[in-house]
């Protein structure tokens, strides 16, 4: 057997361990599927922004519980994860036209 011919016969050993140690280790339940994680981030900007728009509110209206500075950081905490969110949005867009343009 030549030099070639043992690197692949390496290789496929190599592949086929791979494999079996794959279908042997049990699916890891810990780790959430990307459409939860999805969901969870969309849920927690939501969040942001309706705690923004309640102290705004609040503040507009006079509370005195409410601060400017408190409000401020709030409506800032909203903006960036909108925008971030945004971001994410582009990029997963990205992605799935660069997979629909590749040929088959």
Known sequence: MNSIE???ARILSEIRMNTALAQAR????SIPD????LKQSIDK???LQKTSDALATAYESGDPQVN????MIAMQ??????QSMVQV????LSAYQEIMSMPI
């Open 6 to 8: 043992g690197d692949i």
């Open 26 to 29: 049990p699916a890891d339940e």
């Open 34 to 37: 990307f459409s939860a994680m």
């Open 45 to 47: 900007v939501n969040s």
């Open 68 to 71: 400017l500075a408190e409000t």
């Open 77 to 82: 905490k909203a903006g960036i994860a909108f």
């Open 89 to 92: 949005r582009n990029k997963l």
